[in-house]
Each structure stands twice: as C-alpha cells, then as structure tokens.
C-alpha cells in the first residue's frame, strides 16, 4: 500500500549545476503530474504524463525543465543549469485514468540553489 | 511537501471552534473544485471536492460551499482539532482534458487547545 514516493527529499546544488528529481508513482496509477511550490505561492503545474500519450508540458518555465516518463511508471524531472528561482518544493501526483479522481502527491523534493 | 508559504493568510482558532477558510477562484469555467490539507513536510491530501452542479457537500466534520456566481469556496470544519493545524488549499480544474489543478495560495490554520 506504497503510496507516491519521491527523491531525494532534500537536494542542495550550485547555481549552475544540472539536478534530477525522481518521483514512483502509485502502481497502476496512469496519469503523473509535477508541480512546483514556491516560497509564498501555492502550487504551481508543470507536467502531466497520462498513459502513452505526449506529455502536456504547457507549465515548464523554461527550456532548462524537462521530465520523463519511462514504462509507464517512474519519472523523473530534470533542471539544466540551475537558477536560484529554481528553489522550491517540487511535488509529484499521481492518480488512475478517467475525470474527477483524487491526485495523490508525494511528499515532495525541496531544491535549494545556492 | 512542506508548505512554504511564509507570507500565507493565517486563521487562528481555540480547539473545539468552527473554522471556516475562504477561497477565490479564477475561472468561472471552472467546474470541479477540491480542497486540500498540506501538513509540515508532507505533500497535499484530499479533504473533499465538489462539483459546480452543488452548491455544498458535505463529509465527515467538513463542509464545502460553493457560489458560482462570486467564484467562491468556503470549507468549513466543525469541532476544529489541534491535528486540523495545517495549510489548506483549494483548486479548481474544468472537466475536459487532463484535470490540469489550479491551486489558490492557501490559508494557514492554526488551533490552539
């Protein structure tokens, strides 16, 4: 009864450097979401995976965001040549197909760019 | 998951008081909306959603109330407890394509016993 899990729970970089953050869905769970949650702010979309199809990505700030998704399963959420903007918690929610159903987040990564 | 929010709104009750945390939302498109608990260090959790057909739904000492025509959620909790102290969020998504969550900015709840 795994629920959404993520890492590392903390992640310390320099300005500069390139991160991944890694996020295990619940099984069986289709559609994978990332969301960043800024100081002050609440949370903010990203990425949606849903099964096979093409990613939305309408919510990457920029072309230094990417992510993926491999099997179905795993993703992981990367930031190329990192920003102080960047510092945030970065929160991943799953859930299964169809309308109306719960998104269950992870207890999400806190990136700090120093 | 921890909330960031230094700067949220802060509600502030003694243990036992009703609470009520308002919410403003932007689309009037939207048409399901859901509300959330964040504790420290944790990710969001659902509390109860409803749909822009209801005006209120109500669970298990929580109540939500919905007015279309000012785009406005309430929650309410009865009997607010100590482990009730956390950062509630609403959202709201329109019924098509993929539920895409807009969050509002959240309002803190503090309860004293």
């Known amino acids: 009864g795994a629920g959404v899990s993520q890492s590392p729970s903390n992640k310390v970089t320099e300005k500069g450097k390139d991160v991944e953050l890694r996020c295990d869905p619940i099984?069986?769970?289709?559609?994978l979401y990332w969301y960043r949650q800024s100081l002050g702010q609440g949370l903010e979309f990203l990425i949606y995976f849903q099964g096979n199809s093409a990613p939305d990505k309408s919510g990457l700030p920029s072309d230094r965001f990417s992510a993926e998704r491999t099997g179905g399963s795993v993703s992981t959420l990367t930031i190329q040549r990192t920003q102080q903007e960047d510092s945030a918690v970065y929160l991943c929610?799953?859930?299964?197909?169809?309308?109306?159903?719960?998104?269950?987040f992870g207890p999400g990564t806190r990136l700090t760019v120093l | 998951g921890e909330s960031v929010g230094l700067h949220l709104p802060t509600l502030s009750v003694q243990e036992g008081d009703n609470s009520i945390i308002n919410c403003a939302y932007s689309?009037?498109?939207?048409?399901?909306f859901i509300w959330y608990k964040q504790e420290s260090g944790k990710g969001p959790q659902f509390i109860i959603d409803i749909r822009s057909n209801m005006d209120k739904r109500q669970g298990q000492r929580v109540t939500v109330l919905l007015n279309k025509t000012v785009k406005h959620l309430s929650l309410q909790i009865a009997a607010t407890q100590p482990g009730d102290s956390a950062v509630y969020f609403c959202?709201?998504?329109?019924?098509?394509?993929?539920?895409?969550?807009?969050f509002g900015t959240g309002t803190r709840l503090l309860v004293s016993p």
């Open positions: 959202a709201e998504t329109m019924n098509t394509g993929f539920q895409k969550l807009v």
């Open positions: 689309n009037s498109a939207s048409d399901y």
């Open positions: 929610a799953s859930k299964t197909s169809g309308r109306n159903n719960e998104q269950f």
């Open positions: 099984s069986g769970h289709t559609a």
